[in-house]
T-cell receptor, first 115, second 112 residues
């Protein structure tokens, strides 16, 4: 039973380019959450999505960042015009429903480096 | 969100028990206590959670003080694989999604 799959695991972009990070939740999970971990810091919640809906994007930067979770396919976190401060590990987590049953299942993360 | 306080780091020897403390003096009556850990270069991993009563699972035990102002994660026999950052997190009972607030956590070092 595959866990939460994230790709790419590592991504290098130059300033001004776009970064797209993908997350496939665990089988049967329809709720996805994105977190960001800056170097030497704790994880910070960014956005919570259900299929085709954004439920809570209170942790998303106001500009350049967007997220989607289409009816078919993975969830995508998109960062436009990346800057060096976007360099971080981005983690996706999933749960079977909106109520926490006890645990979130996290992927291994996508590490973005902006040159 | 109510705040948790954890020691920055702790050390243990392999095969010995480890008690990781967490203070949460402003916890409310409906806040759940969650523990996650993060191994180097990996995503967080669920360890255990509880509300009022002590909890046991295959990974660890969670001891919750009677007044709920503190809790302790107990690893009964530490292994080298338990070396990780351990996060104690409060989740409001009314929330319906995975909006967890991670602090700095406790870095656990396990010596062979």
């Amino acid at each position: 039973n595959a866990g939460v799959m994230q790709n790419p695991r590592h991504l290098v972009r130059r300033r001004g380019q776009e970064a797209r990070l993908r997350c496939s939740p665990m089988k049967g999970h329809s709720h996805v959450y994105w977190y960001r971990q800056l170097p030497e810091e704790g994880l910070k919640f960014m956005v919570y999505l259900q299929k085709e809906n954004i439920i809570d994007e209170s942790g998303m930067p106001k500009e350049r960042f967007s997220a989607e979770f289409p009816k078919e396919g993975p969830s995508i976190l998109r960062i436009q015009q990346v800057v060096r401060g976007d360099s971080a590990a981005y983690f996706c987590a999933s749960s079977p429903d909106g109520r926490l049953t006890g645990e979130l299942f996290f992927g291994e993360g996508s590490r973005l480096t902006v040159l | 969100d109510a705040k948790t306080t954890q020691p920055n780091s702790m050390e243990s020897n392999e095969e010995e028990p480890v008690h990781l403390p967490c203070n949460h003096s402003t916890i409310s009556g409906t806040d759940y206590i969650h523990w996650y850990r993060q191994l180097p270069s990996q995503g967080p991993e669920y360890v255990i959670h509880g509300l009022t009563s002590n909890v046991n699972n295959r990974m660890a035990s969670l001891a919750i003080a009677e007044d709920r102002k503190s809790s302790t994660l107990i690893l009964h026999r530490a292994t080298l694989r338990d070396a990780a950052v351990y996060y104690c997190i409060l989740r409001a009972g009314g929330t319906s999604y995975g909006k967890l607030t991670f602090g700095q956590g406790t870095i656990l070092t396990v010596h062979p």
